[in-house]
């Protein structure tokens, strides 16, 4: 996030057509709606990280974490986003897991009943190996499904929990989430440079899936860009963006990896 939205924008708009924003800190998109009308690019927006906990058992913060979200949708139709990615969430203690699932439970489905009233879609966001977060196993999409919430894939993250090919197998993801690691730590480094079978990746997803690719520095966005041209199969030109998670300048505003 060491760059304004409106001079990362500048830079993903020569290298791709979709660009992934990050509605956090400087990238806020409650104050930056306006620069993204400024490009011919095409968007999915990410709901802010930072203070948002859609399983906090504080009912006062969890309904004003709805309320954001809600809120940023409004921003989302009327830049013409197709996806919004929703974190699912996490606990303060062990002790407190049953009430935050509870919490949980109630955002999903207030989550399902804005998505009767917008165009983008929500797109639920598996976690990495943080025991803190839910939604780190394959069987968290039967709920996202009874509900008509979409799934955002983090390929990174599944890799990390050792899961990948059970997500893949499952299937159902309507975003995806790109960048690489060696299995032990979510790395999120250019693809290629860790261990995950981009090849097995990219065949398995839907060919309507958008893509982006969430390394941490730019210069990885653009080794991950050269690296994934190799899959003939893999549509480059049209859904495949970066998401800076620390300080990078990318079309998603730098912040860190989710």
């Not at 929990?161 to 790109?178: D, Q, S, T, Y």
């Not at 690719?213 to 480059?236: A, D, G, M």
Request: glycine share 8%.
């Amino acid at each position: 996030m060491d760059r304004p939205l409106e001079e990362a924008l500048g830079l993903i708009a020569g290298r791709t057509g979709l660009a992934e924003i990050l509605s956090d800190g400087p990238h806020n998109l409650f104050r930056s709606e306006v620069v993204c009308h400024s490009f011919d690019l095409r968007y999915t927006v990410h709901a802010p990280v930072a203070d948002i906990n859609i399983a906090s058992e504080n009912e006062h913060l969890r309904r004003a974490a709805i309320r954001v979200i809600a809120d940023l949708t409004g921003i989302c139709d009327r830049i013409g986003a197709e996806r919004l990615v929703v974190h699912p969430g996490h606990i303060w203690g062990e002790e407190m897991r049953g009430s935050a699932q509870a919490a949980l439970d109630r955002s999903l489905e207030d989550l399902a009943a804005v998505q009767q009233e917008v165009n983008v879609r929500f797109a639920v966001e598996n976690m990495g190996a943080w025991e803190v977060c839910f939604f780190r196993e394959p069987g968290f999409l039967d709920r996202l499904a009874d509900l008509g919430l979409g799934f955002a894939l983090d390929v990174g993250h599944a890799h990390t929990n050792g899961n990948l090919e059970e997500f893949l197998e499952r299937g159902g993801a309507i975003h995806v989430h790109l960048h690489d690691n060696c299995g032990n730590r979510d790395d999120h480094l250019a693809c290629g440079e860790g261990k995950i079978d981009f090849w097995r990746v990219i065949a398995a997803l839907p060919r309507n899936v958008t893509m982006i690719v969430e390394p941490t520095r730019f210069n990885q966005f653009e080794k991950s860009l050269e690296h994934l041209k190799h899959y003939s199969s893999f549509p480059i030109s049209r859904s495949t963006a970066a998401r800076n998670p620390r300080n990078a300048p990318e079309t998603s505003g730098p912040s860190e990896p989710g």
